[in-house]
């Protein structure tokens, strides 16, 4: 199949970007979306020009590196990440538009290739737990009930993407945020640190530049790990019970 | 935003059910309102209840205003190259018109105090100190119902989005049940109240209350 694609070009985060025109024969439907990215580079690399520059990892599914706009929709057609996504999605013929996450906390560093550190840096504000490493505890010492583990699961399930930001027409990271506070908040070992975190990790949120969540849903239908509203309402509840203790 | 919209829910309910005292005639209606006036009384002086409601209201609206407008701020700073391609997927019709639909329903009030309230318009040109006189007198006039019948629509869409994000944002829906719970209440106030507001000028307007 042919498909021709209309991908976001900036040469550096200083200078202005463009959308430019490509054209790519010979696609295998069988293809991911970024093994046809890499045929398209491919062509440019004997045409000598300049490779588009995107990210992408593990190629399957579970780091969170790659993620693009695909006409419009954040990680493309499919429920999934974009290297899970592959061309059977599309049609002979079609036109795609690619573009980079559009947040002014993720700038972008080359053409599709964005800056996730915000992510990372509401992390360091309290997503973990302090717990002094060394040899496994025994795992029945401390018991969690099934229903909390689940959720605690469903929401660990996040892989940091930030599709959430990208979809949101906010620009808010509350998905990703109430995720962290619920993987944490489920399990006993999140306790401690509960009303810290959560009142850290807002504050993170909000410098870094991220918009205020008004619950329009966009996030969890581009989420490619499918993590529910329920989070954020989550993190709206610990953020009341932890003022309401004085943080 | 989730606070100050739950008062502004709850004082639409009541005055909902007020206007729906048209129903029950002339001298109902008028005494309803004359009520409201003497409520309190002689605890409270005349009008007494009316301006503790008032100013209630004004400060809800005050802290309603600010919070949308950080939210706006903060919204429009967040992306300030947009998307040349953007679809909407998971979301409803009226949470994305929350911002100029309240626009549109902030510029309703000051139209809908200065017809009952501030000035008393009368498009009939008859009198204006009676109440029920008032409301017939006005939505005889088929575009002074048009009016309130397309800013019940947008109040209607207001709070469609409105009481289930009010909810969601006090932390009352962290299970996908509630969550369905809080979506539904969301279309009963919309569609109670919305509905509910448009009957009086709608049977004015068709000669049944006269």
């Known amino acids: 199949m042919k498909v021709t694609l209309k991908i976001w070009r900036q040469p550096d985060s200083a200078s202005q970007g463009a959308m430019h025109t490509y054209e790519v024969d010979q696609v295998s439907e069988d293809m991911s979306f970024l093994e046809m990215l890499d045929v398209l580079n491919e062509q440019l690399n004997t045409q000598g020009e300049d490779p588009v520059a995107f990210d992408s990892d593990c190629r399957e599914g579970i780091c969170g590196m790659c993620g693009l706009m695909i006409n419009g929709q954040a990680h493309g057609p499919e429920v999934t990440t974009t290297c899970q996504l592959h061309m059977r999605s599309f049609k002979d013929g079609d036109e795609i538009v690619v573009e980079p996450w559009r947040s002014d906390a993720f700038p972008v560093l080359k053409d599709l290739v964005v800056d996730r550190g915000a992510l990372d840096r509401m992390i360091q504000a309290g997503g973990f737990i302090s717990v002094n490493t060394g040899s496994a505890p025994e795992a029945h010492s401390v018991p969690v009930p099934r229903d909390d583990a689940v959720r605690a699961f469903n929401a660990a399930a996040c892989i940091g993407c930030g599709a959430c930001v990208a979809a949101c027409p906010n620009g808010s990271a509350s998905l990703f945020l109430g995720a962290k506070i619920t993987h944490l908040g489920e399990l006993p070992q999140g306790q401690p640190e509960r009303h810290s975190r959560v009142v850290d990790m807002v504050a993170q949120h909000d410098h870094e530049g991220f918009g205020g969540c008004t619950n329009i849903g966009e996030c969890t239908a581009a989420c490619p790990k499918e993590i529910p509203l329920d989070v954020i309402s989550q993190l709206n509840r610990d953020l009341r019970v932890a003022m309401a203790h004085g943080h | ?210």
Do not use: C
């Open chain 2, 1 to 210: 935003m989730a606070v100050s919209g739950l008062l502004f829910i709850a004082f639409v309910l009541l005055h909902m059910y007020g206007n729906l005292k048209a129903f029950a005639g002339h001298d109902s209606y008028n005494t309803y309102a004359e009520h409201l006036r003497t409520f309190g009384e002689p605890i409270l002086p005349r009008e007494g209840l009316l301006w503790i409601l008032r100013l209630g209201l004004i400060a809800a609206l005050a802290l309603h205003l600010y919070s949308a407008l950080a939210l706006w701020h903060r919204s429009g700073k967040a992306r300030t190259s947009k998307y040349v391609v953007k679809k909407n997927l998971g979301s409803s019709f009226s949470s994305r018109t929350m911002r100029w639909g309240g626009v549109t329903l902030l510029l309703f009030v000051v139209w809908h105090l200065i017809h009952f309230t501030i000035v008393k318009v009368n498009p009939d040109g008859g009198a204006t100190n009676d109440p029920y006189n008032l409301v017939v007198d006005s939505f005889q006039v088929w575009w002074m119902t048009i009016i309130y019948l397309v800013a019940m629509a947008a109040l209607g869409l207001h709070l469609h989005h409105g009481t289930w994000s009010s909810l969601q944002t006090l932390g009352w829906t962290s299970t996908a049940a509630a969550r369905t719970r809080a979506k539904i209440a969301g279309w009963v106030v919309a569609i109670v109240i919305a509905g509910g507001f448009s009957l009086v000028p709608l049977f004015v307007l068709f000669g049944v209350i006269d």
